[in-house]
């Protein structure tokens, strides 16, 4: 599905739409699949607006790392904007509240639909990347100088799992299928899984560092499902270890989500929401 801008990010709304962040033309897009896409024009339009999630109270959260604002917008086009430092990655947390990443703040965010933000600080210069609610409760994220996963509980107690290849770089992480989670590694090429424990296994990739995985998500289908920003293809991969590559039409994917269908769909870069 050619879109006109960059998307970014993407996500299925809790409207059966596919909803997008398109990060070079400061807009959100809406879009059922096989229909014309909605443009909703964000003002100002510099933010470069990237992740985009659901959040608990049915509406659509995005970040605009440049802008250090966080949106929300309704089903139906009502758009409010907060002030945050360099937010970068967002989820819907397990206490109703959205929590989110400062990628250059060094902090973990939690934020309500009132905009009342708590923030707990970081080590300087770890860059909290990508953010998901776990199966024991708690928040994990990705720290991607920091060469880490994190962990933060609702009452902001920080607990940091160093990762076995040196400069992994870190950024997608989600809940996987087996009570674990599951992150890719931008920077060695590879999937990595940890467990609530702390465990850590990492999986290289056919490509190696040629990949630069970006995004993961789980599939309907028990497996893990990543976009290959580096080579432009979509990677699968059980949670077995068994791993699958295959090609994407454009150039630079991003996120990636369980599309209204069933099957997965990756925003493009270069203009465009694959269905694969």
Not at 1 to 10: A, D, K, R
Not at 73 to 99: H, L, Q, R, S
Not at 112 to 121: D, N
Not at 244 to 249: G, I, M, T
């Amino acid at each position: 599905m050619l879109i006109n801008g960059s998307p970014y990010g993407v996500v299925t709304g809790p409207d059966g739409a596919l909803w997008f962040t398109l990060v070079h033309e400061g807009q959100i897009g809406r879009v059922v699949p096989g229909e014309e896409p909605t443009i909703f024009q964000l003002d100002p339009a510099d933010g470069r607006p990237t992740v985009i999630t659901v959040g608990g109270d049915g509406a659509l959260w995005w970040t605009e790392f440049t802008g250090g604002r966080i949106g929300r917008i309704t089903v139906d086009g009502t758009i409010t904007t907060f002030e945050v430092a360099a937010p970068y990655g967002i989820t819907a947390g397990p206490d109703g509240a959205m929590w989110f990443t400062q990628l250059q703040g060094d902090g973990i965010g939690r934020i309500t639909a009132a905009g009342q933000i708590t923030v707990h600080p970081l080590p300087a210069g770890a860059m909290p990347s990508m953010i998901t609610t776990g199966p024991d409760g708690a928040l994990w994220f990705t720290l991607n100088q920091g060469n880490a996963i994190g962990r933060v509980t609702v009452a902001g107690e920080v607990t940091r799992y160093a990762l076995p290849t040196p400069d992994a770089a870190p950024v997608g992480i989600c809940a996987g299928p087996d009570e674990a989670l599951w992150f890719v590694e931008i920077g060695a090429g590879q999937v990595g899984r940890i467990d609530t424990a702390g465990a850590i296994t990492e999986f290289p990739l056919p490509d190696g560092l040629a990949a630069r995985p970006h995004a993961i998500v789980t599939g309907r289908d028990g497996a893990l499902w990543f976009t290959e920003w580096g080579i432009g293809r979509l990677g699968r991969i059980t949670t077995g270890g068994t791993i699958e590559e295959f090609p994407l039409e454009g150039a630079e994917p991003h996120g990636l989500t369980v599309g209204p269908d069933g099957a997965i769909w990756v925003a493009m870069e270069s203009g465009a929401l694959v269905r694969s």
